[in-house]
């Protein structure tokens, strides 16, 4: 598995098995892509796993979307994703980063705390709860 920005909006599509979700729709990945936010893993040129970031308020990195396939899961992919997108957030300048995960959703609850996020607030959106955390770079 080698993670990359090697990616096309038809291997986003291929990931998302051939239609892009209501919640992720196409011109949000073309706008990713685009800004060059996306990171892969791929194994033989099919992507596994997608991390996608943003800036918010021009300062503020905050992780949009982190999914790897069920097969490819507790495999050590989205720790390899999260250290590559730190390493380039680092490398702009940014001395943190911000995530968010619904708090019905065990395994990105698990996550965060594995990775050492500090949890901020929660914030109930119109889809459910969320929770807030932020990770130290520097």
Known sequence: MRIT??????????????EFPEYHPEEYIK????????FVAKD???????????????????IELIK?????????IGTQLLDAAKAEIRS????????????????????????EFEPLNSLDLPHGEEKFYKLELM
């Open 44 to 62: 033989d040129e099919k992507v596994e796993a997608i991390f996608i970031y943003s800036i918010w308020w021009g300062n503020c990195p905050f």
């Open 68 to 76: 790897v396939n069920e097969t490819c899961q507790r495999q050590g």
């Open 5 to 18: 920005k090697d990616v096309t909006l038809n291997d986003m599509r291929d990931f998302f098995g051939g």
């Open 31 to 38: 706008s990713r892509l685009d800004s060059g936010y996306i």
């Open 92 to 115: 702009k300048g940014f001395k943190r980063l911000i995530s968010s995960t619904e708090v019905i959703n065990d395994m990105g609850l698990a996550f965060h705390e594995k990775h």
